[in-house]
């Protein structure tokens, strides 16, 4: 049984940083691509970014490029997430996206491609 548990958000102010972490168990973690989406109310979950298996390919969204760093540690299962000089359009829920069907610079990963999600885990970044 596949299980993916995020952890690390959190309320913070605008300019403050957050890591993100997830792990992955029941998989074999450094065979899949992995990722991170976000969904802050009324609007439609995103892809924020993603990691190739074995780390080589990364992808951002365009509003988080050069404030947030996407990493992955095969050996402990774990995704990360630095997210700095945060701002109020960040706040959301954050989702640890598992068996990503792929990861590609310059494309979005997309809901479709993910193979298990985390129960997600709120980041609120007050102004």
């Known amino acids: 049984q596949v299980q993916v548990v995020e952890s690390g958000g959190g309320l913070v102010q605008a300019g403050g940083s957050l890591r993100l972490s997830c792990t992955a168990s029941?998989?074999?973690?450094?065979?899949?691509?992995m990722g991170w989406f976000r969904q802050a109310p009324g609007k439609e979950r995103e892809g924020v970014s993603c990691?190739?298996?074995?780390?080589?390919?990364?992808y951002y969204t365009d509003s988080v490029k050069g404030r947030f760093t996407i990493s992955r540690d095969n050996a402990k299962n774990t995704l990360y997430l630095q997210m700095n000089s945060l701002k109020p359009e960040d706040t959301a829920m954050y989702y640890c996206?598992?068996?990503?069907?792929?990861?590609?610079?310059?494309?979005?990963?997309?809901?479709?491609?993910?193979?298990?999600w985390g129960q997600g885990t709120q980041v609120t970044v007050s102004s």
């Open positions: 990691v190739s298996w074995g780390g080589g390919e990364t």
């Open positions: 996206a598992a068996d990503l069907r792929r990861c590609y610079t310059g494309f979005a990963p997309i809901s479709g491609d993910v193979g298990y």
């Open positions: 029941g998989l074999t973690f450094g065979h899949y691509a």
